[in-house]
């Protein structure tokens, strides 16, 4: 059974940056992807960014080009997300989830594409 835990969030500066991590256990399929998700209250669910494990290719949403980074090290079985020059707007609990489902990673971006959650870790942008 797959399961994955977020760690990593807390209190950041605006301009500050933080390293999410996603501990993924129980994959077995060759073709899983995880993305990383985020919510901020009253808002929808959004996609962050996505890889896929065993090629790394890798996509990103427009806010999160040329600021956050998606990696993983498949020794560990941990998909990060490192964040850089956070923004007040990024506050918000990030979830990672998996599928192995996604063929191409335009699907990616979309919540219900999804079929493993993790429990989420906040994010708080404050000055």
């Known amino acids: 059974q797959v399961q994955l835990v977020e760690s990593g969030g807390g209190l950041v500066q605006p301009g500050g940056s933080l390293r999410l991590s996603c501990a993924t256990s129980g994959v077995t399929s060759e073709n899983y992807v995880i993305g990383w998700f985020r919510q901020a209250p009253g808002k929808e669910r959004e996609g962050v960014s996505s890889?896929?494990?065993?090629?790394?290719?890798?996509v990103y949403s427009s806010f999160a080009k040329g600021r956050f980074t998606i990696s993983r090290d498949n020794a560990s079985g941990t998909v990060y997300l490192q964040m850089h020059n956070l923004k007040l707007e990024d506050k918000a609990v990030y979830f990672c989830a998996g599928s192995e489902r996604i063929i191409l990673l335009l699907a990616a971006g979309f919540p219900n594409e999804y079929d493993h959650w993790g429990q989420g870790t906040e994010v708080f942008v404050s000055s």
């Open positions: 890889i896929k494990l065993r090629e790394g290719k890798t």
